[in-house]
């Protein structure tokens, strides 16, 4: 189903969410995570405490990791070739909602990723020219491609098309930063056309994944003052799968939000982190020294879980010093 098709099913969709209801839930959020900040003990000359949807997502899957990560000094490990697919995907999607087209994936690709300074991803890419890893990855966004170019083509340029959009609110008077980057939206304020935000996933689809699209939708309504009316995610191969939003879904973000405001001001504040074994431990910082990650023969934490989960990559969006 071609995305544009999906959206004209919209045009009669109305945010569903008052603008009074959205500011006392902004109120209540803001009330809370002042309580929360000042019972965690955090200095408040050390800066806002920032709490962005990959370390949601991270907190959800491990302490300890998050905390390594937080604390390293050097990048992480070089992507997977899973990891610069959905990269790729992302570019992808941009490519055709701004230029309309793509020529040969690949060279599309390392355009854009040139045009974005993305210097490790180039040269994963030629580190795996010529081998299996290479024959893979090829293989892998031409399929993305195709899918992106039958998708994505022909959107009404009324619904005014972003990608790639910073939403970022402060909180408790400044001490709380809350952010995310949102992959696609369209319409919306100063627009004729209903909000509708799409987050792109290049794996399989996930539980979780609606609840992060929640968590998008929360922070585009607190960032504009008004809630999208639809929120959604698109897999390749699929139409976009959406759900209305109303005062109980961004509710139920808020929830999630806060409990990660909990969580990480309690270990800024030095709490001790908890660890859980999953299938990041493959690509845990700290997986040597820990005592529950599951341990291959030769010493090396290894992926457990689903096949989901295997297609896990850290996410880092711009708050590291790399």
């Not at 003990?41 to 907190?59: E, F, I, M, T, Y």
């Not at 934490?301 to 010093?321: C, I, W």
Request: proline letters at 7%; a negative charge; charged letters at 25%.
């Amino acid at each position: 189903m071609r995305v544009n098709d999906w959206l004209v099913e919209l045009l009669s969709s109305e945010p569903q969410v008052r603008r009074e209801e959205l500011s006392e839930l902004r109120d209540a959020i803001d009330a809370e995570a002042t309580s929360l900040l000042d019972a965690s003990g955090v200095p408040v000359d050390d800066g806002p405490v920032v709490v962005s949807k990959s370390r949601l997502a991270q907190l959800d899957r491990c302490e300890r990791s998050t905390v390594a990560s937080w604390e390293a000094t050097t990048p992480p490990e070089p992507p997977s070739v899973s990891a610069l697919a959905g990269r790729a995907l992302d570019h992808f999607v941009a490519q055709v909602l701004v230029g309309g087209r793509l020529r040969e994936s690949s060279h599309d690709l390392r355009a854009a990723l040139v045009a974005h300074g993305d210097h490790e991803a180039l040269g994963r890419i030629d580190e795996w020219e010529g081998g299996d890893d290479g024959v893979e990855f090829d293989r892998c966004i031409d399929g993305l491609a195709a899918a992106v170019l039958d998708a994505w083509t022909g959107v009404d340029p009324s619904w005014a098309p972003r990608t790639q959009v910073p939403a970022v609110t402060a909180l408790a008077g400044g001490r709380l930063r809350v952010s995310g980057v949102v992959d696609v939206e369209l319409g919306g304020p100063h627009t004729t056309r209903p909000g509708v935000v799409v987050e792109v996933k290049s794996g399989a689809a996930a539980a979780s994944h609606r609840h992060e699209t929640y968590l998008y939708g929360l922070l585009v309504a607190l960032r504009d003052g008004t809630a999208p009316a639809v929120v959604a995610q698109w897999y390749p191969g699929t139409a976009p799968a959406g759900v209305a939003v109303t005062i109980g879904v961004l509710e139920a973000a808020a929830e999630r939000l806060l409990a990660g405001v909990r969580q990480w001001s309690r270990l800024l504040a030095g709490a001790p982190p908890s660890a859980s074994p999953g299938v990041w431990c493959g690509w845990c910082r700290v997986q040597e020294d820990c005592d529950v990650a599951p341990v291959a023969d030769g010493g090396k934490a290894v992926a457990v879980g689903d096949g989901d989960e295997a297609e896990y990559t850290p996410e880092v969006e711009g708050e590291q010093p790399w």
